[in-house]
């Protein structure tokens, strides 16, 4: 039997929490190991996290597989520290999450024709399936993004005079500059770095560049701590941000559409994204653009397939990002002429005054033009045939080299296992779309919320069928009693005893079942508001008891403070503040619920020009101990307050035109 530490050449681990609190020192985790073609290799129980993460590093796994990643932190920011912790090399998996579905354990070991006995899963059980899942390649990878360092070279000092010393004082400085830059790239390239780089030349060499390094700034700082420039040269080191997780469909956005991305990479690095369509989602350039913030917006209208630049030798940033989405990378036969990038922009565009968003905008047009005749034949076929398949998928399929009949075939077999998935599981699963990052933690919550009440109903119902064995236990025993006539005095003394206990376990099953019902219809009511908020349909809005400083302060220990833009019902207009009105305004919160528009605080608000809304307008729903609002009370809300400044506008006009009114009698008397 393998153990950790032996040479093993591919590994598949899964974890389940066996348990604590997810990610806490108590916590404790059984791991399950297989191999690539899922045979057993072993098990480990009542395993601490640091222990967890001390076994990865000596096995250093293919892949590290859960039911819920969550088990080892309670939320994205934790689970992101634990797992920038373990082997950059190991995949993170969550087994349970599969095309855009979160699913159960049981539904994906059935898509992957593993059988499950009946009954609860066992930590070990559990563990295993999801090491057993992964070697076969089900369930989503996780990933984080871990911290970035930015290093900044550029000139020390000025320069002198001016004549022919200065120009060759101009030219040492650059190549001062251009040396340091090769010097901090060779270490960078010697510790196997992951790093962007982009700079701006000169005449004699570079004036200035800046490297994005996926790193720690600790692990950079300490790298360069041998290097010394010269007052020629300055170097500076920053900080970006920390990790954090990126969950496939959660964080990123973007669904079925495909994009052409066109980039023109530099100091300043310009961004334009077509359709394949031909048509301009955006465009844009900015200073010190590193690849994970191209991919950010990109990712935000959909899923780049081409990646295209001007030139005919590609920068490594464009090679790098076609790399991340196995994209098609496009380069011209020869670098665009400065005439042709103006013409393929015009296509677009009338006008680009910004030089490097045009560039960008003319790589993405040339890229489309060279594959605009085969797009269009494909939609021809398509349309002969009239087969009910996604054309962007075939499109993108062809456009990373297959043959028309090769995606279309794919397009196929995927639409007609959607249909066989659909069929199977009707009514079942959670469809992540396109709702906003809000949404989705609360939809999460409900989520945890659910899964909570289900192992209270499982714990009730044990504890029901003890009760219920024991009730018939003990009529058993009253029987037996009853039959035996020499132990009559003992037997009364019994049966009292035991129709006492009967009673009482009797009252106990009922309590026991009226609290199984209401959790029953507890969880029944946080599935609606589930569903209404996955639909879009709703919103969650806060909740306040009354306008004061008091309830903000407690509402933001539970739910963090107020954002811009956040909608707040108040349930009553008594003991309100003028601070906490204050507050709201200067949160700058889209508007307020109230029951009823007249009244003291609704008065005081829109006099702060809060719009007010009434509970019935906004269709309110109060379920449990959150509030859900209609997804249009946001429009409605904005649309009264551009209202309102509109009529404030007209009053300040129609004072304007009563004081030249009156000048105007005032000079005619004189």
């Known amino acids: 039997m393998s153990r950790p530490g032996d040479s093993i050449s591919e590994v598949y681990m899964g974890v389940d929490?066996?348990?604590?609190?997810?990610?806490?020192?108590?916590?404790?985790?059984?791991?399950?190991?297989?191999?690539?073609?899922?045979?057993?290799?072993?098990?480990?129980?009542?395993?601490?996290?640091?222990?967890l993460i001390r076994i990865l590093w000596e096995v250093k796994p293919r892949a590290l597989a859960f039911d819920n990643v969550f088990e080892i932190g309670e939320d994205s920011g934790k689970v992101a520290r634990v797992i920038s912790m373990m082997p950059p090399d190991t995949l993170i998996i969550q087994v349970t999450f599969q095309d855009g579905l979160f699913i159960d354990m049981r539904e994906a070991a059935r898509r992957a024709g593993i059988k499950v006995e009946s009954g609860k899963l066992t930590p070990a059980k559990t563990a295993y399936?999801?090491?057993?899942?992964?070697?076969?390649?089900?369930?989503?990878?996780?990933?984080?993004?871990?911290?970035?360092?930015?290093?900044?070279?550029?000139?020390?000092?000025?320069?002198?005079?001016?004549?022919?010393?200065?120009?060759?004082?101009?030219?040492?400085?650059?190549?001062?500059?251009?040396?340091?830059?090769?010097?901090?790239?060779?270490?960078?390239?010697?510790?196997?770095?992951?790093?962007?780089?982009?700079?701006?030349?000169?005449?004699?060499?570079?004036e200035s560049a800046f490297f994005t390094v996926y790193a720690s700034p600790s692990r950079v700082k300490t790298l360069l701590k041998g290097f010394k420039g010269d007052n020629d040269?300055?170097?500076?080191?920053?900080?970006?941000?920390?990790?954090?997780?990126?969950?496939?469909?959660?964080?990123?956005?973007?669904?079925?559409?495909?994009?052409?991305?066109?980039?023109?990479?530099?100091?300043?690095?310009?961004?334009?994204?077509?359709?394949?369509?031909?048509?301009?989602?955006?465009i844009d350039s900015g200073r010190n653009l590193d690849r994970s913030r191209i991919a950010e917006i990109a990712r935000s209208f959909g899923k780049p397939v081409i990646v295209a630049v001007d030139v005919a030798e590609p920068p490594d940033l464009a090679k790098k990002l076609a790399s991340l989405w196995n994209a098609t990378l496009f380069t011209p036969p020869q670098d665009l002429s400065p005439h042709e990038k103006r013409s393929l922009a015009s296509r677009i565009l009338d006008s680009v005054e910004d030089s490097h968003a045009r560039d960008a905008l003319a790589a993405a047009v040339k890229a489309y033009l060279a594959l605009k005749s085969k797009l269009e034949s494909i939609e021809r076929h398509l349309d002969k045939m009239g087969i009910d398949v996604n054309v962007e998928d075939v499109?993108?399929?062809?456009?990373?080299?297959?043959?028309?009949?090769?995606?279309?075939?794919?397009?196929?077999?995927?639409?007609?296992?959607?249909?066989?998935?659909?069929?199977?599981?009707?009514?079942?699963?959670?469809?992540?779309?396109?709702?906003?990052?809000?949404?989705?933690?609360?939809?999460?919550?409900?989520?945890?919320?659910?899964?909570?009440?289900?192992?209270?109903?499982?714990?009730?119902?044990?504890?029901?069928?003890?009760?219920?064995?024991?009730v018939e236990e003990l009529q058993n025993v009253i029987e037996r009693l009853r039959k035996d006539a020499a132990s009559r005095a003992l037997r009364d003394k019994m049966l009292s005893s035991m129709r006492a206990s009967i009673e009482s376990l009797t009252a106990?099953?009922?309590?026991?079942?009226?609290?199984?019902?209401?959790?029953?219809?507890?969880?029944?009511?946080?599935?609606?508001?589930?569903?209404?908020?996955?639909?879009?349909?709703?919103?969650?809005v806060r909740r306040l008891q009354k306008l004061n400083l008091a309830e903000i302060r407690e509402s933001t220990r539970l739910y963090g403070p107020l954002r811009e833009g956040e909608v707040v019902y108040v349930e009553t207009q008594e003991g309100f503040t003028l601070d906490a009105v204050r507050v709201l305004l200067a949160s700058k919160v889209l508007g307020v619920i109230l029951d009823n528009a007249e009244g003291p605080l609704a008065n005081?608000?829109?006099?702060?020009?809060?719009?007010?809304?009434?509970?019935?307008?906004?269709?309110?729903?109060?379920?449990?101990?959150?509030?859900?609002a209609r997804a249009s009370v946001r429009r409605e809300l904005e649309a009264r307050k551009k209202v309102k400044r509109k009529a404030e506008e007209l009053d300040i006009r129609s004072i304007v035109e009563e004081y030249r009114r009156e000048r105007s009698k005032l000079f005619g008397r004189r």
Do not use: C
């Open 604 to 628: 005081s608000l829109q006099k702060h020009g809060i719009p007010v809304i009434t509970g019935n307008e906004a269709g309110l729903k109060v379920i449990e101990e959150f509030v859900l």
């Open 17 to 51: 929490l066996e348990s604590g609190a997810p990610g806490s020192p108590s916590a404790r985790y059984t791991i399950v190991a297989v191999n690539g073609e899922g045979k057993f290799l072993y098990k480990k129980e009542h395993v601490t996290l640091p222990r």
């Open 395 to 470: 499109k993108a399929e062809v456009v990373r080299g297959a043959s028309i009949a090769e995606a279309l075939e794919r397009a196929i077999a995927e639409r007609l296992e959607k249909l066989e998935v659909d069929e199977a599981k009707k009514g079942e699963g959670k469809r992540i779309g396109d709702n906003s990052g809000k949404v989705m933690q609360d939809i999460a919550k409900y989520v945890e919320i659910i899964e909570s009440l289900k192992a209270e109903r499982e714990r009730l119902a044990s504890e029901l069928r003890k009760a219920m064995n024991r």
């Open 129 to 206: 399936l999801a090491a057993l899942l992964a070697s076969k390649g089900y369930g989503t990878p996780l990933r984080v993004v871990e911290e970035k360092t930015i290093i900044v070279v550029s000139r020390g000092r000025s320069g002198s005079s001016g004549g022919w010393s200065q120009q060759r004082y101009q030219r040492r400085i650059r190549a001062s500059v251009a040396s340091a830059v090769n010097m901090i790239k060779e270490v960078l390239d010697r510790e196997g770095l992951d790093y962007d780089l982009q700079y701006r030349r000169s005449k004699g060499g570079i």
């Open 508 to 540: 106990k099953v009922e309590s026991l079942k009226g609290e199984l019902e209401s959790v029953k219809r507890r969880e029944e009511r946080l599935r609606e508001a589930l569903k209404l908020l996955a639909k879009g349909e709703y919103m969650m």
């Open 233 to 282: 040269v300055m170097v500076r080191v920053k900080h970006v941000y920390k990790s954090k997780l990126l969950i496939p469909g959660i964080n990123e956005s973007g669904g079925k559409r495909y994009l052409i991305l066109g980039i023109d990479p530099g100091i300043t690095t310009g961004i334009a994204i077509l359709d394949m369509n031909g048509n301009l989602l955006y």
